[in-house]
């Protein structure tokens, strides 16, 4: 299993209470910004082509914290720009240890094996460190040598002191079904405890906008990719979401299930878009026109695939019929089970 059992019952029994109060519109996962700056420049990304002030700028414990007790998400994903550069980060996360809510700290682990020291291991946290495919495909897509073999030193030394440890994979047109295969074996090798992997998204500040994945040829990678999977591979992602990647269902986004706080409030409508910003969950939920945004409602959605968007709605459709159930329990159990 991808994930520890107390994670997954906190998560079934946290929508089961949404579903029985007739809640649509229920967070699953934060994904909290507590800064923008980074010590890459990936081509893809469009998070970090702020000004300097802008990435001067960072949110603090206090702030952290009250947004995750605000939105109530049983889940808090900590990205950037890369939080380790954040000198307050130990304290944060502890903070939410205390608080019982599952962390992943988004990471590239140029700076987490020397910072290993400051946190502890807990069934609370999870080191998830970004890795786009083996050494050649990781170092192009962050456009830096050697930052694969960095972070695979990182991963072992984490692993070695009982940390958590996951993988995130963005991938991009032009990314080599076999290859990927490959590096999933790779991952399963080292002992990471489950990947995530999702389509990139064309942030319209993103250097490269070359290589982004059309809806189409996203099915069609991720069916190559997916097809005759290994028994050895973890996801650390709802079996019906990956079936969604490979075309095998469809479902409209649900953008308020990873809601988004980050220095300049709660962002509309999700991680991806800037269509304004709340300045209290209760604000983004209510008065966003949650039914302006998807595939075949907004032109800069008619790609996306990304599992912010997509994931909770995965995760819904596990809970709102016995049908959704048992495919995502055969699924869990028997991953080829077509």
């Known amino acids: 299993m991808a994930v520890p059992l107390s994670q997954a019952l906190t998560v079934t ?4 209470r949404q579903k029985l109060r007739g809640n649509k519109h229920y967070p699953l996962v934060l994904m909290l910004e507590p800064l923008f700056r980074c010590n890459l420049a990936c081509a893809g990304c469009g998070k970090i082509q702020y000004p300097e002030h802008v990435l001067k700028r960072r949110l603090t414990p206090e702030e952290c914290w009250a947004a ?3 939105c109530g998400a049983p889940i808090v994903s900590i990205p950037g720009g890369e939080p380790l550069i954040h000198p307050e980060m130990p304290e944060i996360v502890r903070g939410f240890i205390e608080r019982k809510k599952y962390i992943y700290l988004c990471t590239n682990a140029l700076l987490m094996e020397r ?3 400051e946190y ?3 069934k609370y946290l999870t080191f998830s460190v970004h890795m786009d495919g083996l050494k050649e495909e990781h170092d192009m897509a962050v456009c830096r040598d050697g930052v694969y073999d960095i972070a ?3 991963i072992k030394a984490a692993l070695e002191r009982g940390f958590r440890v996951t993988t995130n994979t963005t991938l991009f047109e032009g990314a080599n079904p076999n290859r990927v295969r490959q590096f999933f074996d790779a991952m ?3 002992g990471v405890e489950g990947m995530m992997i999702s389509p990139g998204y064309s942030y319209q500040k993103a ?3 070359e290589h982004f994945l059309r809806r ?6 991720f069916a190559a990719i997916l097809t005759n999977r290994k028994k050895h591979w973890d996801f650390n992602q709802s079996p019906l979401f990956l079936e969604f990647l490979e075309g095998k269902r469809d479902y409209q986004c649900t953008p308020w299930g990873n809601p988004t706080y980050n220095i300049f409030g709660w962002q509309r409508p999700c991680y991806l878009l800037q269509d304004g910003y709340a300045t209290s969950f209760k604000e983004l939920i209510d008065t966003t026109d949650w039914d302006r945004y998807g595939t075949g409602r907004n032109e800069e959605c008619a790609d996306c695939m990304v599992h912010c968007g997509y994931e909770a709605s995965a995760v819904d459709d596990t809970f709102s019929s016995w049908s959704g159930f048992s495919r995502t329990v055969k699924l869990t159990l028997l991953p080829n089970s077509r």
Request: hydrophobic share 30%.
């Open 207 to 209: 250097p490269d906008q």
């Open 188 to 190: 399963m090798d080292l």
């Open 13 to 16: 029994s946290y929508v089961l």
């Open 120 to 122: 502890t291991p807990s």
């Open 152 to 154: 695979l030193k990182a």
């Open 115 to 117: 910072k290993l020291s």
């Open 216 to 221: 189409n040829r996203t099915k069609e990678l």
């Open 68 to 70: 995750a007790e605000e």
